[in-house]
């Protein structure tokens, strides 16, 4: 059939009186009736929605509370994410009883909001009835009857501009920025009910809109965010077959368990465990896996006069510089890190940072600040002078030997939950951005390349504040025993 309108619309309206109200009983009868699967396994056959799709549906779907506003499924590759996604869209369109439906598919390209859309295109075409009452173009379907619209859309702020969707759904979040995500949640809301509805793989990266998603949405607290993640458990090997059907609902269904025989040997680990298994991995030479460091995040404040240790990694010039306190206990907190705003010409404000130092050494017990020399010696010998000599001490954190041990040990906290930090955004950041090479003395942390704008300075100064309080902590607890 060539895209493009038919002349005229004459079938009468789908009657659905013998269709329940509304909620997901009404989806699941609207799939079984009138939807084909468009292709693979089970083409041309009534499309099924299964007990685990229903159990999303019923969520989403709800007939004894309000519908939620927004919803993220993570579920690895294959499980049916385009077809379920074309599913509720068709449902949007033509069963929802509601007036002029406005159903958007937005992706970060066109071509991927195409997925979803030449399924739905497709499942239409399966079905005299439906496709006798929509006009099928080629990124529009239109059903004059309720004066609906579903559309395929690049997801950006001026193609998003002027709709008012009741339902939008994003195929692939991973690959969908900040920007995209704010222009399709900002086109949404000026509805009673609409859903903003993203079905994606793990992304490859802690710096992405899908990530925070994930995070909001394990916390669990909000009830117009429904959140579902199917991942096989962390740690688990990755030729386990057990862990593998935890991570796929489809496996063994519609999802072939000899494709994942044959792929798990010859695919990386790492893509293995992000697209079958649904494992936030992150990128492969990161500092910390996945997760951990938010996972440390206290609530926690220092108290005036409290013992810290201060780490210092200034900047000579255009990049950034950090001053972090360890308590003696071993929780990390920034006083404050001067991130360059990436203008050219820009000067770390060398005043400033002495009033931080001296702010610090005012209002906490400070057992030493250690500072990374490089084109800040003037400044030290002055601190030096005012706070003490012993308390102001230098450690070069160029120096491998000192630097490389360090960072093992301060991971080593981080992993087995030792440490924790007050969650400041910008030392959290600059922690994602660390990426580390492992050597024979330990891990030696880096910038991803070299002059990238992706700082670190403040997850050096951490390490720095975090080796010196461990070694007053061990200094303290070995004098006592030899009372
Ligand atoms: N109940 C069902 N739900 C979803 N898909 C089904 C179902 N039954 C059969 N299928 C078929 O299974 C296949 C699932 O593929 P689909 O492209 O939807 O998965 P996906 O998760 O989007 O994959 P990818 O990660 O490659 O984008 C399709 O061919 C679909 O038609
Ligand atoms: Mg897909």
């Not at 869209?89 to 002029?100: M, Q, R, T």
């Not at 993640?229 to 077959?241: H, K, Q």
Request: charged share 25%.
């Amino acid at each position: 059939m060539r895209p493009g309108p038919k002349s005229q619309i004459t079938a009468a309206e789908l009657s659905w009186d013998d269709f329940p109200e509304r909620g997901f009983a009404r989806v699941e009868a609207f799939a079984t009736e009138y939807l084909k699967v468009p292709k693979g396994e089970g083409a041309l056959s009534a499309f099924r929605l299964r007990d685990w799709q229903m159990e999303v549906v019923s969520s989403l779907y709800p007939t004894d509370r309000p519908r939620p506003r927004q919803a993220l499924l993570s579920i690895p590759r294959g499980n049916g994410k385009t077809g379920l996604a074309a599913v509720l869209g068709l449902y949007g369109l033509f069963a929802d009883e509601v007036e002029s439906p406005q159903v958007l598919v937005v992706a970060s390209t066109e071509m991927q909001a195409k997925h979803v859309f030449n399924a739905a295109k497709r499942m239409i075409e399966l079905d005299d009835r439906l496709a006798e009452r929509a006009h099928i173009f080629k990124d529009r379907i239109e059903t004059p009857h309720n004066s609906g619209v579903f559309l395929a859309l690049p997801a950006t702020e001026s193609a998003l501009q002027g709709y008012d969707p009741t339902l939008q759904i994003v195929d692939e979040l991973h690959v969908v920025n900040r920007d995209i995500w704010e222009a399709v949640t900002s086109a949404s809301g000026k509805r009673a009910e609409s859903l903003t509805l993203a079905i994606s793989t793990p992304s490859d990266s802690q710096e992405s809109v899908m990530w925070d998603l994930v995070k909001y949405g394990r916390e669990n607290t909000d009830p117009s965010f429904v959140f579902r993640e199917w991942a096989a458990p962390d740690g688990c090997a990755v030729d386990d077959e057990a862990a593998w059907a935890i991570a796929n609902p489809a496996l063994g269904d519609f999802l072939h368990v000899d494709a994942f025989r044959s792929t798990v040997k010859t695919t990386r680990e790492a893509a293995f465990r992000r697209y079958r298994l649904g494992q936030w991995i992150g990128s492969h030479d990161s500092w910390l896996p996945f997760g951990v460091w938010d996972a440390r995040a206290v609530d926690r404040a220092l108290v005036p006069g409290e013992k810290i240790v201060l780490g210092f990694d200034g900047s000579a010039s255009g990049d950034s510089t950090a001053l972090v306190a360890c308590t003696l206990d071993g929780h990390i907190v920034p006083m404050n890190i001067w991130n360059n705003p990436l203008e050219a010409g820009w000067r770390v404000p060398r005043a400033e940072v002495t009033a931080a130092v001296d702010g610090a050494f005012n209002v906490f017990d400070v057992v030493e600040l250690a500072c990374d020399p490089w084109g800040w010696r003037s400044e030290i010998e002055d601190w030096s002078q005012r706070h003490g000599e012993r308390k102001v001490v230098e450690y070069n954190t160029g120096f491998r030997n000192r630097m490389g041990p360090a960072t093992d040990r301060l991971y080593a906290a981080i992993l087995d939950g030792s440490m924790t930090h007050n969650g400041d955004k910008v030392l959290t950041q600059h922690v994602a951005q660390t990426t580390a090479v492992q050597t024979a003395i330990g891990a030696i942390v880096q910038k991803d390349k070299k002059n990238s704008p992706r700082k670190i300075d403040g997850a050096v100064a951490a390490i720095a504040a975090w080796d010196r309080a461990a070694w007053h902590t061990r200094k303290k607890s070995a004098r006592a025993v030899s009372f």
